[in-house]
């Protein structure tokens, strides 16, 4: 009777026993964790296909309705809204003008539209333009909303870019559709994990029935520590006949060990001081880098790089035949500002200059604060069209910036000169930015707040 107690008790607390519930328990954990990760992956990825979709639908709206938007076709674009919305899963499309005033629409469901309203009855939100976002409405639940402006049609002018914007659309795609892809995924995920599960439960019980044996890590134990590995040890903790080979086992090879565990343990600690102090290091002289390259009121690159990266770019453009344009700009009245409104206004005026730079340029392109109130911004493989296009986007940013954020110093204005390598044919870097710095002269001696060339192609100036 006590042999057969001695015998199901090692049964519950022995290897196999253990092992095997162990490996049962990390099986369902990473099923689970498997099947939340796919889930949340899964949402993310119809979220964003949605997304993709709504953008595309509403390219294609602003194209099908250029004219109708044009004209005020309000029966045009009702009918292209109801075709749209017969066709999608769409809540609504919504035609606007330029104002943002209502034109046309068409909803799935009564009062879909309502909170799009602004200002009366009349007059529509469209911002943001072009940002898909997910939208949680009572009603019709989550969908992506994204508005995308409409411009005139292609016989106003060749280029898309030239022909004016006349009103916007606005369209929301609904999620039930993906919500539906979403659960039939969650449950085929589900349904792999339990029998991902159920396999592995008496798979792993025949693995570590056959693998795990007690005297064999004891075994391994006894080669590690005769192949120098003084550190080796085997669990203890088990209260069945193992567990007594065990601490006997760590008793001998503690005796052999406890200097070389010494030895070892300071040696680690002074690797990771080394470590430590070798980081510490190589961030502080990336701060100082980064600090060294940019000016600290503004955050734009300072003239130091700016000369660095001049002659690199003027390089790069000479072996490459490419094109680089150079933008001198001057902050027009600036000391005015700081004469009348005080310095801390004229640090700020700077820095929502140097913000309006900012938006209204690539990231390729290189932007400076060239000293006091002069920036510079160099446009690789930029022609020289294209540099004045983005050099009018920047006096329409900074305009807008300063009546909306520091109204007091609307006398400020920018002037801006323009020098092209391939067009001004310039010998050298300096000389490039030079004929830029010539043109900005023209541009202030000609009256200030506007863009100016020294050798202009169709126009002089632009105010």
Request: aromatic residues 4%.
């Amino acid at each position: 009777m006590a042999i057969g107690r001695i015998q199901f008790y090692r049964g519950l607390c022995g290897l196999q026993f253990r092992t095997t519930l162990l490996l049962t328990g990390v099986v369902l954990a990473a099923t689970a964790l498997t099947g939340a990760t796919f889930r949340r992956l899964s949402e993310q990825l119809v979220l964003s296909q949605t997304q993709r979709h709504a953008a595309d639908l509403v390219k294609a709206l602003s194209t099908a309705g250029a004219r109708a938007v044009q004209h005020q076709d309000r029966s045009r674009l009702l009918s292209i809204a109801q075709d749209i919305v017969a066709n999608e899963d769409l809540v609504y499309v919504v035609f606007t003008d330029v104002s943002g005033n209502w034109l046309a629409s068409h909803q799935r469901g009564a009062g879909t539209i309502n909170t799009l309203f602004v200002d009366g009855a009349e007059k529509i939100s469209v911002e943001p333009i072009n940002r898909p976002r997910l939208v949680h409405s009572k009603g019709v639940g989550p969908h992506i909303d994204v508005v995308y402006p409409v411009v005139a049609a292609d016989d106003v002018a060749p280029a898309p870019a030239l022909r004016p914007t006349v009103g916007f659309v606005r369209l929301g795609v609904s999620l039930n559709d993906a919500a539906f892809r979403i659960a039939e995924m969650t449950r085929s995920s589900i349904g792999l994990a339990v029998g991902i599960a159920l396999l592995m439960v008496p798979l792993g019980y025949e693995i570590v029935r056959h693998l795990v044996r007690p005297i064999n890590h004891l075994a391994d134990g006894a080669s590690a520590i005769a192949a120098g590995k003084l550190d080796t040890r085997v669990a203890e903790d088990r209260r069945d006949e193992l567990g007594d080979l065990a601490k006997a086992f760590n008793a001998m090879a503690a005796r052999l060990a406890s200097s070389h565990q010494e030895l070892t343990a300071q040696s680690h600690e002074l690797e990771r001081r080394v470590l430590e102090r070798t980081v510490a290091l190589e961030e502080a002289n990336r701060q100082l880098q980064e600090l060294a390259a940019h000016d600290s009121l503004t955050g734009l690159f300072n003239r130091r790089h700016f000369n660095d990266i001049l002659t690199q770019l003027f390089a790069e453009s000479a072996r490459y035949q490419t094109d680089l344009t150079c933008m001198m700009i001057d902050l027009d009245n600036f000391k005015r500002v700081n004469d009348t409104l005080g310095h801390q206004t004229g640090d700020l005026l700077l820095q929502l200059t140097a913000r309006a730079i900012k938006d209204s340029t690539r990231e390729s392109d290189v932007a400076v604060r060239y000293g006091g109130d002069e920036f510079a911004v160099l446009l690789p493989r930029t022609t020289p069209e294209d540099a004045r296009a983005s050099a009018e986007r920047l006096l329409q940013r900074f305009r807008e910036t300063i009546q909306r954020e520091l109204p007091e110093a609307s006398i400020a204005s920018l002037s801006i000169g323009l020098a092209s390598r391939v067009r001004e044919q310039p010998a050298t870097a300096k000389a490039l930015m030079q004929l830029a710095d010539e043109a900005l002269y023209l541009a202030k001696a000609g009256g200030k707040d506007r863009i100016t060339v020294v050798r202009p192609v169709e126009s002089l100036e632009i105010a």
